[in-house]
């Protein structure tokens, strides 16, 4: 099992999840978060004075898949988010130990 | 007491005190999320503890005896002697009236040392504030030694907002800066209560000027009509000034300016005609969109700006009834303008009516706060202010997001 996680701009989200679901991904989990990278912040003026706010809003998404399964979400999630401008964001995959249904107790693959 | 007027004045009393609750929105919403509920607070103690010293001793020091010159005296404390036979009524609800005004005065000056005031030390401020500058420069300006000398002040310019506004700056200096000013910038946390406020105030301003006339008159009217034009004619300016200056016409600059046309446009909104508040409006939103900037340059810590609206803007509309003022279109008699054959008598008594008020209410509250930081002090600690007011002074929290439940301690 892996937990892909992706994080996106906030109004690829909809594209994103639509994506997924025809990659046949049965369960999504969406954070809203903030942070920098290459393409920085932006600036805010109040009454003449500048800020500069260094988090910008993003998305962040999570799945978890089935071995075989993480290629076509990986797909997924990067033809759905790319807008081909700087922001868009990042997708990596991490190896899960475990993973209970809390509902069954079912454990491992099983509980994908 | 003629009907008409009753019911002007008492409409205009309750539009007055609706711009209390509509200034904590206006400060509330330019502070930060942390700190919103103690803005809010430090306004609305204003409207517990003010009415209340009001009739006990504050209006009869302010107005009492109409024909002294420094001080009403304490015979009309308590509001003794006023009854509703004859002019009693008209008194009461001129009491009632200009009680509005006091509680609105010192909460002015809570914008400036937003976010580091002990609310213990603002407790006392306020309401000794009110006694000891407030209704003496009331007093003064109408019907005192300062009035009488011929200077002008409709609404409230000089003894309103000058006077809170110089008090503001001698706040900021003995209180300090924030932590982290002015590196660490702290925006707006919510520009739509911002905006919400702004409309508050404009629309109860009209009940400030207008209701000044205190009857329902031809006075009264043109005090509306200056209202509503410097209050757009101070936002139209300021946000052409931010267009051509900054790059993007924003939310609080049309709120700022239109703000500061109200202020410029009070001590003059009864003594000008309508085109002449279009200046007025004007010249206030373009000096004060500058003048925001000299806390950066003095190093002050005016946290929302009371000096560079309140101050700046009270003095270029006091002043400019000097360039103004048309009696003869009023039928009343008073001095004239510059513009209207008044020569340079009417701008000499008002820079000498705000020099006055600067200085003395400049002396005095430094001397409430350093009597107030000697005692109980004036600050809350350093971790206090990070952890922030709202929870610290309160107890509580403005914004509860998602579903928070809580025990019963």
């Not at chain 1, 759905?80 to 107790?105: H, M, N, P, Q």
């Not at chain 2, 329902?216 to 757009?232: C, E, I, K, R, S």
């Amino acid at each position: 099992m892996k937990l892909v996680t992706a994080v996106i701009k906030p109004f690829k989200l909809d594209d994103v999840k639509e994506a997924l679901k025809s990659a046949g991904v049965v369960g999504v989990t969406v954070t809203e978060v903030r942070g920098f990278g290459r393409q920085g912040g932006h600036t805010e003026t109040y009454r003449g004075t500048e800020y500069q706010v260094d988090f910008l809003p993003k998305v962040k998404v999570e799945v978890i898949v089935d071995d075989a399964d993480v290629d076509g979400a990986v797909e997924a999630i990067v033809s759905s988010a790319r807008t081909e401008k700087i922001g868009d964001g990042k997708v990596w995959v991490t190896t899960i130990d475990d993973l209970i249904r809390i509902r069954t107790g079912e454990r491992g693959a099983e509980a994908v | 007491m003629n009907t008409g007027d009753a019911a002007w004045v008492l409409v205009s009393s309750a539009m007055v005190l609706f711009m209390t609750p509509g200034l904590a929105f206006f400060y509330g919403g330019m502070d930060r999320s942390r700190n919103v509920l103690n803005m809010l607070m430090m306004n609305f103690w204003c409207l517990l503890i003010i009415p209340i010293l009001w009739v006990v001793v504050g209006y009869s020091i302010a107005g009492g005896n109409f024909d002294a010159a420094f001080f009403g005296g304490f015979g009309a404390a308590f509001l003794k002697g006023i009854g509703l036979e004859g002019e009693g009524a008209k008194q009461l609800l001129t009491i009632a009236f200009l009680g509005m005004f006091a509680v609105i005065t010192p909460a002015l000056i809570s914008g400036a040392v937003a976010g580091r005031m002990k609310f213990t030390a603002w407790a006392i401020f306020a309401p000794v504030w009110m006694l000891l500058v407030f209704a003496p420069v009331f007093k003064w300006v109408y019907g005192g030694w300062l009035g009488v000398r011929g200077s002008l002040d409709f609404a409230g310019g000089t003894a309103i907002h000058v006077n809170a506004g110089i008090a503001a700056l001698v706040a900021v200096l003995i209180l300090g800066k924030r932590r982290g000013w002015p590196q660490e910038g702290s925006p707006p946390h919510s520009m739509p209560l911002v905006m919400i406020g702004t409309g508050i105030l404009w629309f109860g301003w009209f009940g400030f000027n207008a209701g000044s006339a205190l009857g329902a008159n031809g006075q009264a009217v043109q005090a509306f009509m200056n209202t509503f034009l410097a209050a757009a004619a101070g936002g139209l300016a300021w946000v052409l000034v931010e267009r051509v200056r900054d790059g993007h016409p924003t939310n609080l600059g049309a709120a700022s300016g239109i703000v500061a046309g109200l202020v410029a446009v009070t001590p003059a909104c009864g003594y000008v005609s309508s085109m002449s508040s279009i200046w007025i409006g004007l010249a206030a939103g373009v000096v004060c969109s500058y003048a925001v900037r000299i806390k950066f340059k003095g190093g002050f810590d005016d946290a929302l700006d009371v000096v560079g609206v309140h101050f700046v803007g009270g003095l270029v509309g006091s002043l400019m009834i000097g360039l103004f003022a048309d009696s003869s279109h009023f039928g009343a008699e008073h001095l004239d303008g510059l513009f209207y054959g008044g020569g340079f008598k009417l701008l000499l008594e008002q820079a000498i009516a705000n020099g006055v008020t600067i200085i003395y209410s400049a002396i005095v509250t430094a001397l409430i706060l350093l009597a107030i930081k000697a005692t109980v002090g004036l600050r809350v600690s350093d971790d206090e202010e990070l952890t922030g007011l709202d929870s610290v002074e309160h107890g509580e929290t403005a914004y509860h997001f998602g579903e928070v439940t809580m025990g019963r301690g």
